[in-house]
Each structure stands twice: as C-alpha cells, then as structure tokens.
C-alpha cells in the first residue's frame, strides 16, 4: 500500500508498505529517518517515542497505514536548523547520554512533559519517563537534563 | 523497495568543547545523538542492500540428521539460504578457545543456536522463508546442573568434556581453625547486558573479493581475526569499521551477526544489513555466567579474619566464550577487599546446555562479591559488631598481600569508602501524613499507604581488577596528527578502541588538549586501518587508549620541538606547548605553532601498554597475575512492603576512588549506570531457564530498572593517584555494579530479618509463598 503521512511539516510518501509494518519500520527503513530508536519493538523501552498528531505514542506498535493523512513529528524534528530545542541542549550539557540510544525517546517524552508541566516536580519527571528505559546513565542526570530544561524555559528566555 | 535516504556512515567526530583532563566537556557526539542523526550500526543503509536473518535451534540439545532448504529459496525476494556447507573458512570460533561453529553442523548445543541464514529483500521476506526451512532434529536430554559438569558427570558436550577451567587458589596453612565458623550457600542468577541497542551492522562485499564489515562491537581486531578465519580471507580483506554502539557493558564481545552478514554478502554481491530484535538479542549474545557459591569464613572473637575457604561455580553454557578469564577473575577475587591470611579457593567454569555466558560488567568479580559481603554480614552478627565496623578491621590497604601472592602497591582505600557511606546522612521515613505513595514500594499501584513496610539499611565494598590480565599482552595503538586547517591548529586522534557510550572519545579530546595545548580536535571513526586497540571491557580503555594517545601526544610534542628547533634556530631543550604557543623556558612565548607548522603535518602513530602481569601457577594459583585493583563501596536504604514482598530502594550511596578522574563528570554517569546495573541484579534482573530453555526474553518479561526503580545517589569520588597508571587513574566502569547488589540485598535482610541468599531477590523470597 501507499502512506501519505506530514512528518516533520513536511508532505512525505512511502510505497510499496506492508500491512505488518510499524510507524516506527517506515520511519526508519522507507524514509530515510532511522532517529526514532527501535530497543525493543514490543512498547516497552519508549526508544521509539514520537508525536502521532501532537500525542506522543510508540512508534513500533503504530501500524504505518494508520498514519495515512495524520502527522507525525520525530526527534528529528524538533530542533530548529542548527538550534537545538531547550530539552535537546540540557540532555547534552547536563550529561544525560552516554550511548545515546534511549536520548531521542526520551527526549520527545521530556519535550512533552514540559509542554504539559512547565515546572514538574521529581515524582512527575520520574512518572512521565517511566516508560523509558535507559541501561546507561542510572537516571541521575536525566532527571538533571529535565531539571535544566525546566528552568531554562521558565526563565523564558529561551522557551520557544 | 523504494527508499530516499542517504547513507548513514560513522564520520569523524568534529564537535570540539574546550576542556583538558580533569574538566568535563561536552561529549563530541553529544549534539548528533539528540538530534536522532547519531549513525548507529542498525541505522546503517546502503543502496541495493538486502536484509539478513538467522534460523535458530529451538532445542537446548539436540543432533541434527538433516537441512532441507528447497522450498525457503523458492520463495520470491530470497536471494539466498545458507548452511555450515557454505562456510568457506574455519567453522569455529571463539574468544578464547574457538569451539562455537559459525553454522551449527550435526548438533546444536543451545536453544538459539544459529542453524542457517536467509538473505531476502525484507525482514518479512526473511521471515517467511525461515519457515520454510526444514530441519530434522532428534531431540536429547540437556546438561544443565553446572555443579555435575564440573565433577565429570553428565553427557561431555565437548571433546574435552565439560570442565572449562578450575582455578585453584592455595594462600597461607590450609588447616588452619578458628573460634568463630560461619558457613554459607549462594546463588546469583543470570544477568543480561541488556544494551539498547540490538546486535546489528551491515556487510558489503568489496570489489577485490573482501568484505568491509560496519558494525557495533567492542572490540575490531578479535573480531576482524575471527571474521577473516571464518571467511578464510587473510586479515586486509576484512575491514571493520565501528558504527554507533547502542550500549555493550561485555555482551557485544563475542561476535554475533559479523560472520553471518558476510557470508550473505559474498554469497549475493549484494550488502546485508542485519538487526535482531530484541527476541533475537536474549539468544544472540553471552549473559552473566549464573553461580553457585559455597563459603565458610573463620575469624576470632574480635571479628578478624582467620581463613576464608570457597568453592565457586559458574556456568558458562554451552560455549567457552571468556569464560576461563571469569573463573580467573572470580577465583583471584573472590575473598574480596580484605586482609585474609589464609585461603582457600577453587572457581570452576563449565560447559551445560545453558545460554552462552561470557562477559558482563564486573566478570567474575560480581558473583563473589555477593557471596563475600553476605558471609561479612553474618560474620558481623556472629560476633555482635556492626556491619561497617567488622569489615574495616578486616580492609585491604595500600602493601595488602592478595590470596594470590600479589602486593597491592596503589592506594586500597576500603576502610575510608566504607566510613563515607557511612557518614552520609539518612533519607528521612516516608511516614508522616500525608504518605507519598508514589515513594512507596509499589508505587503508583497504591498497594500500601506504609502498613506492613519496614526500612533496611545495608553496606557492602568490592573490588575489581582493572585491564587484561594473567600475562596477556594488553596494549592499545593511538594515531595522533597535528597541522594548521583554515589557518587553525588542529588536531586529529585515531584509534580502533571502540566508543560504547562510555566517553572514551571525549577523553580522547581532552587528553590531546592537555597534552599539545591543541583546542580543535577531531576524533576519526575508529576502525581496523590503524593497529588494535584491544577491549571495550576490563574499565581498561581510559588507563590503556588514554595512555597510548599520552604517549602519542608526546612523540608528536618532540617532533614539533624538534620542527621549531630547525625552524627558528633554538634549543629543542625547554621547550613547551601552551594554548597553541611555543613557550621556551628560557625565552617565553616563541611563537604560534599555527607558524612554526605552516604547510608541515606531524603525524605520529604508537604502541603503548601497561605494566606486565604474570600467569597463576596452575596448582597454588600463586602469582602477580592483575594489573590494577579498583575499589568501591555501597550503603543502601531499602523500604521492604513485608506482606507483597515489594523493595523501593530509597537511597543508594556509593564512594570509589578512580585514582584521577579526567572526566568527573563521565566518572558520576559511569557510578550512577554501574550502581542502576547492581540494583537491577539484586531485585529483578534474571534470565530465567528451565531445561536450558529462555522462559522470559522480552523487556516485558525481563525487567531492567526504571526511572521509578532507580532512587537518588550521593556519591563521592576520590581520587589517589595509582603511580604506575596513566595521570593515575583508576578503572572506573565496573567497581560500582559489584558493591551495588550486595548492599542493596544486606538492607533487604536488615529489613525483614530474612536469610535471602540468592540474588536477585524476588517476592516471594520475602512472602515465603
Ligand atoms: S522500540 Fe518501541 S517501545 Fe521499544
Ligand atoms: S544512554 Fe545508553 S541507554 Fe540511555
């Protein structure tokens, strides 16, 4: 089948697509965007986490041609050209990767998170990325990462 | 199959923040890997590639009397099906010993074991042709009891039988006696590696007959000599180029798709790109070796150690892997950071029908760890002292004598670790109205407002060699190149030491700034054009590709000094780099090096190891056999539900010394993962079998800890300089997943006054249902 689908704000299409494939296969092997991360492939790492118009969802358990006319924004998405938004800086300088491999997933949860709680509590940090597994860091300086972004975009000077 | 993306390669690493040794910049692929555009090897994509999958044995132990693979290649998009018949080299391979064939021949050993490959134009594809193809087995009884294997019972799944390695360790009178007997039987599960990032890489046959292999491993070079012996390619036709590693922490040692890609490729001329999922993972790499451990420990009536006596066995499954090196470590460790006069110790690592067990973040040094600090604790009730106390007038210092011979000669500060986690103030008791439940053991799932919960405290150190041992010849090869670009000094460090997530390529950039006053430096993809630069394990690649790209900077220093003696007709004696100057001692700022390089390029590639260790004598496993200790210390605070058997680990504080932290900050995130792998062993991390068969490999069945699971860490660092080891530092990577899970056991004991000698420890281990 084909899949006409909005990523990123911009009109994409996938041919050729099997019933059985994922949002997450098509991102990943048909369009040429592989930054969404597939750990597990069964819901339960959160490496694959991206906005299905506006809600984030696991990629790997969306059918592609459920995203027929819908829109889909990927961790590729969300810094704007060279800019990283305010959650993608605070994950580096805060040191919240090491291999990387959960940072786009928890990235878009994060990113989430704070569009939702502007100023969210521990427990709601450790809540809302409850479902993301990371086997390197041990969390410390992911919940730091969100902890930086928080106040960088309550300062509002570099909220966008 | 359409398809618009680009290729994905590893390219140099050019993002650069300022910072030497002992600052903690950002990681140069730090920005790719939050922008998603970080090439990790199952992001690879080539034009014209075909997808690769692997048929695996679904019995633990079984003959094969056939293949039947007709009716797989008749199905459309195959491009081709392959058997141990088509492997043009050496069908074995192997860490240490090659026993493992690449395709199994007339008997697979366990369940997961590769039988066949498809090369097909879609996973799917793949998929369905695996179905259809036909393998007559007859079924046979596995060996699974890693306590008969060791002994010489059971069927020999090898030709040597199933006894991989015995250490033997004989220290001090072996009949001692003393006042005070305390005796023990644990039981440490199989832990898995579980990185993020499944096994995967792509193969693209070269044109002169070779094969260029991009992949995630931890090691290039045993995997490029391994590749090329399967292949039967000499060595400079099987080029490895490391792609963006998901995570390793040991379970990306062993090969797993490199040779099956290959073949596939030479096979098709076409290039195989292969990715497990996360099934396929749980079968496709080593685990901790499960154990069995057996101790008694002797003291006098103040507490001090008179003997330790151990037996320890580890299941290495049904392949050596590095299994001799666990039993080695596990052997030479296993009293643990203490002074013992006397011991007695034998470690055997066998062969069963089990998973393939190898190498996993504390190798060996975790099994005994937990069985050691549980005999410390009861040791401490038998002779009514408190937990820290009895283990400080037992700690190991600086001149300390091993049970190996081995004078520890760097600092062993167990004593201080242990009274700093003491020190640290305690997390207050979540019971004043109103309770937080979501602090709770159960959490969110609101199972108790505080009835039936009890707060443990538990202490445990640990201790863990650092680099190869046993007279390996551990070194590592570093290229460092220095010229002006744009009108800029820069400079460029290669190496084929694999970056796993660790930070290694962040050291890298610190270390040439410090060494050369060079700002801009730019990290080559590491790969097999530049001599080996050993493991990704051991915490060793800080201590030996640090000391390499060291030494590397300083033979490229005396070229520069020598190029500005010619140049500007001065002494090359006294000379200095500082901030992109020529400094004389003499004379001051001589000039920019930007001007004494001008179109010149130093370019200077070196060999650099550490200090040599020797091999254990085989009968008293006597001998110099480590090359650097490295030690860490846990206090966990545990709130235990008593009636669900629920633990919330409220606190975990850790202290280690790393000798010289380059990066402190990289040193807190390696603690934090080493600690979060700990805790994951000692209260839900377990590949369980049964009958040599996986019964949970899925993140839904195999759990590993959450954001929710993991509690706030004080942790502090000290830094005693190790005089034989580059800057001084110290192995960082691997101490703290070896105290972790003994602290957070002993807090669960304190808690509910239970005997728990197995880890992980699961509910109803604390329900007794
Ligand atoms: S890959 Fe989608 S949740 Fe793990
Ligand atoms: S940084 Fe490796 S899994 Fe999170």
Redesign the pocket.
């Known amino acids: 089948m084909r899949v006409n689908v909005t990523i990123n704000g911009d009109q994409r299409q996938a041919d050729d697509v099997w019933e059985g494939e994922s949002l997450?296969y098509m991102l990943r092997e048909r369009l040429g965007l592989p930054g969404s991360?597939?750990?597990?492939?069964?819901?339960?790492?959160?490496?694959?986490t991206v906005y299905l118009d506006d809600v984030p969802v696991?990629?790997?358990?969306v059918a592609a041609g459920q995203c027929q006319g819908r829109e889909v924004r990927t961790v590729e998405g969300l810094a704007a050209g060279d800019d990283l938004d305010p959650v993608q800086r605070s994950f580096v300088e805060a040191g919240a990767v090491q291999c990387g491999f959960c940072t786009p997933g928890l990235v878009v949860a994060a990113h989430d998170l704070l569009r939702r709680v502007p100023e969210p509590s521990d427990p709601e940090i450790r809540e809302a990325l409850a479902g993301n597994l990371c086997r390197c860091t041990g969390y410390e300086k992911i919940l730091d990462a969100v902890r930086l972004a928080a106040t960088r975009q309550a300062s509002g000077a570099e909220a966008r | 199959m359409s398809k618009s993306a680009p290729v994905r390669t590893p390219t140099d690493l050019t993002s650069s923040v300022a910072g030497g040794i002992g600052a903690s910049p950002q990681r140069p692929d730090g920005n790719l890997k939050v922008r998603g555009e970080f090439a990790y090897a199952s992001d690879l994509w080539h034009e014209d590639m075909i997808w690769g999958a692997t048929l695996r044995s679904p019995h633990p132990y079984a003959r094969i009397r056939s293949i039947d693979i007709t009716e797989a290649l008749k199905v459309p998009g195959v491009y081709a099906v392959l058997t141990h018949s088509d492997v043009p080299g050496k069908n074995l391979y192997g860490l240490e010993h090659p026993d493992q064939p690449v395709l199994a021949v007339d008997v697979v050993r366990y369940q997961g074991e590769p039988v066949a490959l498809v090369g097909a134009d879609h996973p799917e594809t793949a998929r369905r042709a695996m179905e259809r193809i036909a393998v007559d087995y007859e079924v046979l009884e596995p060996v699974v009891d890693m306590e008969d294997a060791a002994h010489g019972r059971g069927t020999p799944l090898h030709p040597g039988g199933n006894l991989v390695r015995h250490v033997p360790i004989r220290h001090g009178d072996q009949q001692v006696t003393a006042e005070v007997v305390v005796t023990g039987e644990y039981e440490v599960g199989m832990q898995d590696q579980a990185f993020l990032g499944p096994e995967s890489g792509l193969a693209v046959p070269g044109e002169d007959g070779g094969i260029d292999l991009y992949v995630a491993t931890q090691w290039l070079h045993v995997d490029q000599k391994q590749v090329a012996q399967a292949l039967g390619l000499p060595l400079d036709k099987v080029r490895l180029t490391l792609s963006g590693v998901g995570g390793a922490f040991g379970g990306r040692e062993d090969l797993s798709m490199q040779v099956h890609a290959s073949l596939l490729a030479l096979h098709t001329g076409k290039p195989v790109k292969m990715v497990y999922n996360r099934l396929e993972s749980f079968y496709g790499h080593v685990h901790r070796h499960p154990a069995k451990l057996y101790y008694e420990h002797g003291a006098d009536r103040d507490g001090r150690l008179v003997y330790v006596k151990c037996r320890i066995y580890l299941d290495g499954g049904a392949y050596a892997s590095s299994t001799p090196a666990v039993v080695a470590n596990a052997a030479t460790l296993g009293v643990g950071p203490y002074d013992v006069p006397n011991a007695t110790v034998d470690c055997w690592g066998v062969y069963t029908n089990n998973p393939p067990c190898g190498a996993m973040r504390g190798f060996g040094a975790v099994q005994a760890g937990f069985a050691y600090e549980s005999q410390m604790d009861k040791l401490a009730a038998a002779v009514g002292l408190d937990p820290v106390e009895v283990r400080i007038r037992n700690a190991m210092h600086e001149g300390s004598l091993m049970p190996t011979g081995q004078v520890v000669d760097s600092a062993a500060p167990v004593a201080e670790l242990l009274r700093r986690v003491k020190d640290k103030p305690l997390p207050p008791v979540n019971r004043t109205e109103p309770v937080d439940i979501r602090e709770m053991p159960g959490g969110a799932s609101n199972t108790t407002h505080g009835e039936g919960v009890v707060r443990g405290i538990g202490y445990a150190v640990g201790i863990k060699n650092v680099c190869f041992s046993e007279g390996y010849d551990d070194f590592s090869t570093a290229r460092v190149r220095v010229q002006v670009i744009g009108g800029e000094l820069s400079a460029l460090a290669h190496t084929a030491a694999c970056e796993v997530g660790q930070g290694l390529v962040t050291i890298m950039q610190q270390i040439v700034r410090t060494e050369l006053g060079v700002e801009r430096v730019t990290i080559a993809p590491m790969d097999t054009t530049i001599g080996n630069g050993g493991s990704t394990s051991a915490s060793r690649q800080t201590y030996v590709t640090g000391g390499a790209v060291r030494s590397a900077c300083q033979t490229v220093r005396g070229r520069l000094f020598e190029l500005a003696a010619r140049k500007l007709g001065v002494d090359a004696v006294g000379l200095s780099l500082h901030g992109g100057k020529l400094v004389s001692d003499l004379h001051g700022v001589l000039a920019d090096l930007v001007d004494v390089l001008g179109d010149d390029v130093v370019d200077e590639t070196v060999e650099w190891r550490h200090r040599a260790t020797e091999s254990l004598d085989p009968v008293t496993g006597q001998g110099n056999a480590h090359v650097q200790y490295g030690f860490a210390a846990h206090r966990a605070v545990v709130d235990v539900d008593v009636e669900l058997g629920l633990v919330k680990v409220v606190e975990l504080d850790c202290a280690q010394d790393v000798g010289k932290a380059l990066n402190p900050e990289a040193v807190l995130g390696q603690i934090q993962g080493g600690s979060a792998q700990g805790l994951g062993l000692a209260v839900m991390e377990e590949i369980q079998t049964s009958g040599g068969k996986i019964r949970n490999p899925s993140f839904t069945d195999y759990l590993i800890p959450t954001v929710l699971d993991m509690p706030p860490m004080s942790i502090d660092v000290l830094e005693l300089a190790d005089p034989h080891a580059p800057y001084g530092i110290r192995g960082v990577g691997e101490p703290p997943t070896i105290s972790s899970t003994p602290a957070i056991v002993a807090a669960i004991r304190a808690a509910t006054g239970l005997a728990l000698t197995r880890a992980p420890v699961r509910p109803e281990h604390i329900t007794g249902t």
Do not use: D
Not at chain 1, 58 to 61: F, G, K, R, S, V
């Open positions: 997450l991360k597939n750990a597990c492939e069964q819901g339960e790492c959160g490496s694959c696991c990629a790997c358990l």
